[in-house]
């Protein structure tokens, strides 16, 4: 018996509770956690603004170490510390044919799959593929990836989606180049590791945007070289930072109607807008067909940042080894399992950074 935080319906609190986990079948992992990040995308799927099969065990940013291996697999061996990736990609469907592996319509395949059973005997499915809200998990072998050299095997846990997340947007869906300005929306997790890539990009000044006057300092130990309490006149204020030109990049991390809108409305003329938060089908986004035409603006959204794990994390490992990435500032708080359901009311309130269950 392990524990694990399982979310019995969608909308029910979570239960943390004892589960049973069956040994690796052929191609599975299993993985003693270390770590585990508690992610806004957690608390979409127990509200139901994402559905995966329930019941499920939550949690899909985590790193540990490899308990045993099933039949054919090679990549990784007991005793060996690997990151979670939740969204592995297929190689074979149209997506990953043209090299956009993080579109893959396979990824989420076994979210439908049983992978433990509660102690009463109920299937549990895997959440998000991976289920890391659990002392211990069973996965499937493209779902690991071996811990980059010289990175911490609790701190690598974020490496799986806020990291990955953050660094993509900047790298690769908005392309930031040397001396641009940004404006980030959003200072959780994401946000964070948003600010600290753009900073790596060079961008020149980075705005940071939030409801709470309290994360500035964080913003600011991130990278940012401006703070911007969201309000009515945040895309003026913007403009006013920028010599009245307003940003050349704003990265969306929150998944609001009036977020989006406030970050298309930050950037200069011709500037980009990446949405990386995931907001609800309720959330509808209006322009008019004019200023559509006159602002000459890009609005694209953003899937895990638009990432290949195997290719990006090592290059990001190369930015934490030499003190560029700093994995440790975007934790506000270290918990355990018993904690995520706090965790979730705390980014509810919009307070901290990434919450980390540490095991
Ligand atoms: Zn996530
Ligand atoms: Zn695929």
Known sequence: ??????????????EITGIELPEPGPGQVRIRLAAAGVCHSDLSLSNGTMRVPVPA???????????????????V???????????????ACHPCSLGEVWLCVNALNGAANVHARAADGRALHPGLNVAAFAEETVVAAP????????????DAALLGCAVLTGWGAVHHAARVRQGETVAVFGVGGVGLATLQAARIA??????????????????????ATEYVVASETTAREIRKLTGG????????????AVTIRTAWESTRRGGRTTVVGIGGKDQQVTFNALEIFHWG?????????NSDPAVDLPVIAG????????????????ITLDGIPGAFDAMLAGKGGRALVVF
């Open 1 to 14: 018996m392990i524990r694990a935080a399982v979310l019995p319906a969608v909308g029910a609190p979570l």
């Open 245 to 256: 030109h307003g940003v050349d990049v704003a990265v969306e991390c929150v998944g609001r």
């Open 57 to 75: 065990v939550l949690g899909h940013e985590g790193a540990g170490t490899v308990v045993s291996v099933g039949e054919g697999v090679t990549h």
């Open 297 to 305: 603006r890009t609005l694209t959204g953003c899937v895990y940042g």
């Open 77 to 91: 061996a007991p005793g060996d510390g690997v990151v979670l990736n939740w969204a592995p990609s297929c190689g």
């Open 143 to 154: 779902c690991v990836l071996p811990v980059p050299e010289g990175v911490p095997l609790t």
């Open 319 to 334: 930015h934490i080894r030499d003190g560029r990435f700093d994995l440790g500032a975007l934790v506000t708080e270290r």
């Open 202 to 223: 060079g961008a020149s000044t980075i705005v940071a945007v939030d409801v709470s006057p309290e994360k500035e300092e964080l913003a600011r130990a991130a990278g």
